[in-house]
Nanobody, 123 residues
Framework: QVQLVESGGGLVQAGGSLRLSCVVS????????MGWYRQAPEKQRELVAV???????NYADSVKGRFTISRDNAKKAVYLQMNSVKPEDTAVYYC?????????????????WGRGTQVTVSS
């Protein structure tokens, strides 16, 4: 069974930094794109950043120059370094991964989500 577990969320002052981590576990054959999404109260979930297996990255305009996504393929992990955070960055942050895994009966590729970690930025 594939699981994504996030960590590193919390309360931080505006202008501060925070680092989120997400580790993928299970009988993993391959991980393609990995990303971070966020959802603020009463808003839709939105893409924050994505990184391909080759290391190419893409960011939401609102976080460009402040956030950095990275991954460690050996550890099956993805990270989000958040610098110069703003109150509008407050949200639940979700890890996402496109995973090919071995199930009890077959090889299956699908998208998986973590349960989320709360990030709160105080002004």
């Amino acid at each position: 069974q594939v699981q994504l577990v996030e960590s590193g969320g919390g309360l931080v002052q505006a202008g501060g930094s925070l680092r989120l981590s997400c580790v993928v576990s299970g009988t993993i054959l391959n991980i393609n794109d990995m990303g971070w999404y966020r959802q603020a109260p009463e808003k839709q979930r939105e893409l924050v950043a994505v990184i391909t297996s080759g290391g190419n990255t893409n960011y939401a305009d609102s976080v460009k120059g402040r956030f950095t996504i990275s991954r460690d393929n050996a550890k099956k992990a993805v990270y989000l370094q958040m610098n110069s955070v703003k109150p509008e960055d407050t949200a639940v942050y979700y890890c996402n991964a496109d995973v090919t895994a071995l199930t009890s009966s077959s090889i299956r590729r699908r998208e998986y989500w973590g349960r989320g970690t709360q990030v709160t930025v105080s002004s």
